[in-house]
């Protein structure tokens, strides 16, 4: 029998558990027959080492080696669970299950009362997850390609650069908690750049752009959202030749827009959740990092 240890990771094997994140994403794609790359493993470090710092990471060591790795983020009363991967010799040995309990209950401990995920399309992770009581409640759909939308900006609305209060403001309300230390690191991160969108001075909603991704964003009313969407895409579309939306299934005003404006529907995930949050009519997610 292996021997396994589970514990909180090093803060010298984040590079190791990103190469981790690498090789069982890319197991994931070749049994799904997804045509996509990992991200950057650069980028992964990144992001893990702002969880590492932030948040909440353990890893499952076999035998004296990483086999698999989980971690995740405490906002407010939120858990989200960031990164649940294990290399592909490891898996089905019921080691993950362990892992992924003792991530949740350090979640727990820490306040949180609603716990959720952004899944992928595999099986074996979205029953894992359902037997947390994350249960399915809406898909995640990515829209990409070039964008046609109106070039004017609309009457009466002006973009500014994000004032960060105002962000976390917005955040308590629409995502259902603050997180100052999340839009601190976005805005640090090389290529991403925050704005609010105004009118008659006052802050109606909030957008990140990165390379032609347009995410986090909020906005605080139903009938904001088309100028908001239109201002970040157009602004979007200067840095990149595709633009890219990540949209909660329920934001139908989002759908709309992306189909509209000719982006194409290029693939879809799952959020998994034990009870519904904020209004996510009204918001885009960053991705399955932070949310």
Not at 45 to 51: A, D, L, N, S, V
Not at 107 to 132: C, N, P
Not at 149 to 176: F, H, K
Request: with cysteine; hydrophobic share 40%; net charge neutral.
């Amino acid at each position: 029998m292996a021997e396994v240890q589970y514990r909180l990771v090093r803060e010298t094997e984040i590079a190791e558990t990103a190469e981790i994140f690498t090789a069982a994403v890319t197991d994931m794609y070749a049994r799904h027959g997804i045509n996509a790359s990992p991200p950057e493993r650069a980028v992964i470090e990144t992001g893990y080492r702002h969880i590492y710092e932030t948040g909440i990471f353990y890893v499952a060591e076999v035998n004296g080696r990483i086999a698999a790795i989980c971690n995740g983020v405490v906002r407010g009363p939120l858990w989200f669970l960031s990164g649940f991967w294990m290399l592909p010799q490891f898996q089905r040995q019921r080691i993950g299950s362990t892992l992924l309990k003792r991530v949740r209950a350090e979640g727990e401990r820490a306040g949180a009362k609603i716990f959720f995920t952004w899944s992928s399309v595999d099986q074996t992770a979205l029953a894992s997850y359902m037997k947390q009581e994350m249960l399915p409640g809406y898909q995640i759909l990515t829209f990409a390609g070039t964008l046609n939308v109106r070039q004017e900006q609309r009457d009466g609305y002006e973009v500014q650069p994000l004032d960060i209060s105002y962000a976390v403001a917005l955040d308590e309300r629409v995502r259902a908690a603050g997180r100052e230390i999340d839009h601190r690191f976005w805005l640090a991160m090389s290529g991403h750049q925050g704005r609010q969108i105004m009118r008659e001075g006052r802050a109606l909603g909030y957008y990140y752009l990165n390379q032609g991704v347009v995410g986090p964003a909020a906005w605080g009313e139903p009938e904001d959202a088309e100028a908001l969407l239109e201002a970040s895409c157009r602004e979007a579309s200067l840095h990149a030749e595709q633009v890219r939306l990540m949209i909660p299934g329920i934001n139908h005003t989002a759908i709309r827009f992306a189909l509209r404006t000719g982006l194409r529907l290029t693939g879809f995930s799952h959020l998994l959740t034990t009870a519904p949050f904020g209004i996510m009519e009204q918001y885009l997610p960053s991705g399955p990092l932070l949310f």
